[in-house]
T-cell receptor, first 112, second 113 residues
Framework: GENVEQHPSTLSVQEGDSAVIKCTYS??????FPWYKQELGKRPQLIID?????GEKKDQRIAVTLNKTAKHFSLHITETQPEDSAVYFC???????????FGQGTELSVKP | NAGVTQTPKFQVLKTGQSMTLQCAQD?????MSWYRQDPGMGLRLIHY???????DQGEVPNGYNVSRSTTEDFPLRLLSAAPSQTSVYFC????????????FGPGTRLTVL
């Protein structure tokens, strides 16, 4: 079955710096890769996603890149702000619309 | 729309007790799933369903049962609670197919003594 590895587990940056979180997946049939943000005590919420026919997607300060050959994808946050502090999860899903498997999460701390 | 709802919000059980965590959605989503969240372990899939009458196991199904008799409801049953099942449980739902967003419920915090 699918296995998703996420690194780093914690990340601390200064306000205004960039942050990068990386994930690898095992199932070459996976074709959908969402990223979720979870603030303390809240539910996870989708912030951006990418499908396997696209190499990069950007939405304002966040972007996701996908390398299907290497089976890894990354989240990039530019010009970080204190409100970006949260836990971020990557996930992967196959083309049959079945299991959505998550990585272990990255706790991002943005220091003012 | 109420979205994805879960009850109860908090629950304390004794070892060996049974209970059902409720999950409902009013968005006519085909896909529903249950996750548990433990520190450092991320979100681990327990069971999922791609439609009424169809369920399948996730990554950590042992000790949990599910059923999907209607599109709207997807209850999670703990038959004999164990301290290892202390966790935060999230239900999620979305339209079928690979590229559709999954919406999470507010979660249930369960403690097993």
């Amino acid at each position: 079955g699918e296995n998703v590895e996420q690194h780093p587990s914690t990340l601390s940056v200064q306000e205004g710096d960039s942050a990068v979180i990386k994930c690898t997946y095992s199932d070459s049939a996976s074709n959908y890769f969402p990223w979720y943000k979870q603030e303390l005590g809240k539910r996870p919420q989708l912030i951006i996603d990418i499908r396997s026919n696209v190499g990069e997607k950007k939405d304002q300060r966040i972007a996701v890149t996908l390398n299907k050959t290497a089976k890894h994808f990354s989240l990039h946050i530019t010009e970080t702000q204190p409100e970006d502090s949260a836990v971020y999860f990557c996930a992967a899903r196959g083309n049959q619309g079945g299991k959505l498997i998550f990585g272990q999460g990255t706790e991002l701390s943005v220091k003012p | 729309n109420a979205g994805v709802t879960q009850t109860p919000k908090f629950q304390v059980l004794k070892t060996g007790q049974s209970m059902t965590l409720q999950c409902a959605q009013d968005m006519n989503h085909e896909y529903m799933s249950w996750y548990r969240q433990d520190p450092g372990m991320g979100l681990r899939l327990i069971h999922y369903s791609v439609g009424a009458g169809i369920t399948d196991q996730g990554e950590v199904p042992n000790g949990y049962n599910v059923s999907r008799s209607t599109t709207e409801d997807f209850p999670l049953r703990l038959l004999s609670a164990a301290p290892s099942q202390t966790s935060v449980y999230f239900c999620a739902s979305g339209f079928g197919g690979s590229g559709n967003e999954q919406f999470f419920g507010p979660g249930t915090r369960l403690t097993v003594l």
